[in-house]
Each structure stands twice: as C-alpha cells, then as structure tokens.
C-alpha cells in the first residue's frame, strides 16, 4: 500500500493478519514485514501504532485476552440453558479453533514478548489462564442451579477441560475436531459432577 493511504482500524487489521500467519505458520514467520504484508500495508504503519514488534505482539496477545473475556461473559450468560455439555464444547472450540495455541507457542517461543507479558499477567499462560477461569465461572454458576454437582471442584473441572481441549486441538495442520468429538471430551471430563 502507498505511503499516505490511511487504512481503516489499521490496529485491529494488524492484529488479524498476524493471527492468519500465526495459524497457518506458527510463531516462526511471524516478522513485522510478515505481518504488513499480510496485512496489506505499508511496513511503517505498524512502527506508527507500536513502539516495537515485540510492544505490538502483547497488545495482540491482550486483545486477544480480552476476547476470550468476553467469550466468558456470553458463556456464564447461557448458564441454565442448552446444555452443559453442548455449552462447554462450543467454548472450547471457540477458544482453540481461533488463536489460543498460537498465542501459547508465540509466547514460549519468544523471551522478551513473555518477559513483557509477565509485567502485566504475572501468571499462567495468556489466553489459557483466563480459558480456564471462564469456564470455572460457567460450571459454578450451572452447579448454584443443580446442573453441576455442588461437590464438584469447578476449578478443577475447568483445568482440565483446558488442558484436554489443549491436546485435542494441538496439531495445527490436522483436520480440526469436529464439535461431537469436543463434546465427548467434556462429557468425558465432567463423568459424575454433569447432573443433566
């Protein structure tokens, strides 16, 4: 793109092109002239909005955070509707079919991306951490209406799907699961503590 030509939400067209090279070629092609290419703009223009490449992948990683956030939000909102099993596996795969591995290996491969995200989020992996605390918020606001055994540890329960979820969708170049396969993971994990 010319120099001079503005773009519309030049930020967010950023963020999305680097989650398309993410997904389809890890961590390792990631580059700023990666990114403005895919993103079809001038290289400058992501040196405009961020101070350094490794400043514009934390706030694509926070962005991202904050989807996952919202995604929590709708999930708790369905709390006593559909079913459990249905709900969760639609969030599983709506968390790990977007850019949640991708973050995970973007975040481990790189030292001062992980050192910057580390002053924000001193613990856990971004993405996963707040996974794993929105579908505990979900399970606990399903075991207050009996749908979830109340002896059942949520935190627990919610780990678990995260880290079963993690390997089920692991491969980025397998077919993705297919939501019945997702849902019998749950089921799976959730055994006794699902009531209905």
Known sequence: ?????????????LFDAAERILLRDGPSALSSRSVTAEAGCAKGVLHRHFRD????L??????RVVRVERLGAELRDRAG??????????????VFETVALAIVSLVTYRDELRARIREQRPSGL??????????????????????IATASDPGLLARTLIGAGHLLFADRTAPRPELPAVRGLVTAV???????
């Open 58 to 63: 934390a706030e694509l990683v926070e962005d």
């Open 81 to 94: 509707t559909g079913t459990v099993a249905d709900n969760l596996a639609e969030a599983l795969t709506a």
């Open 1 to 13: 793109m010319p120099t001079g030509v503005a773009i519309r939400d030049a930020r967010e067209q």
């Open 190 to 196: 959730l055994g006794d503590a699902l009531t209905s």
């Open 126 to 147: 971004p993405i996963l951490t707040e996974a794993g605390t929105m579908l505990a918020d979900y399970l606990a606001a399903e075991a207050e209406i009996g749908r």
């Open 53 to 56: 490449f490794d400043g514009f």
